[in-house]
């Protein structure tokens, strides 16, 4: 069964640092891309970051640039986003996704507020 289950949202200052995770099972980790979404109230899905299999290359929005890192661990399955200097506008649900020539897998989210 595959799973990709996120954890470390929450509520945060603007200003403040916070690592979200997001824990893969049930497929090749290795073989796939890993993404980060976020949907703000009342917006579409946007891509955040995301890093090839191999974790070498890495790409991120312009908005976060500089203040957000993407890894992985390809033998603990899992990818992370660090995320510094917050700002409200990051306020969203933040997503996983994994995604081969063959699947594309999504997480259930976690929510990260940043506000004073």
């Known amino acids: 069964q595959v799973q990709l289950v996120e954890s470390g949202g929450g509520l945060v200052q603007p200003g403040a640092s916070l690592r979200l995770s997001c824990a893969a099972s049930g497929f090749t980790f290795s073989s796939y891309s890993m993404t980060w979404y976020r949907q703000a109230p009342g917006k579409g899905r946007e891509l955040v970051a995301t890093i090839e299999p191999a974790g070498g290359i890495t790409d991120y929005a312009d908005s976060v640039k500089g203040r957000f890192t993407i890894s992985r661990d390809n033998y603990k399955k899992t990818v992370d986003l660090h995320m510094t200097s917050l700002k409200p506008e990051d306020t969203a649900v933040y997503y996983c996704?994994?995604?081969?020539?063959?699947?594309?897998?999504w997480g259930q989210g976690t929510q990260v507020i940043v506000s004073s």
């Open positions: 996704n994994a995604v081969s020539p063959y699947n594309i897998y």
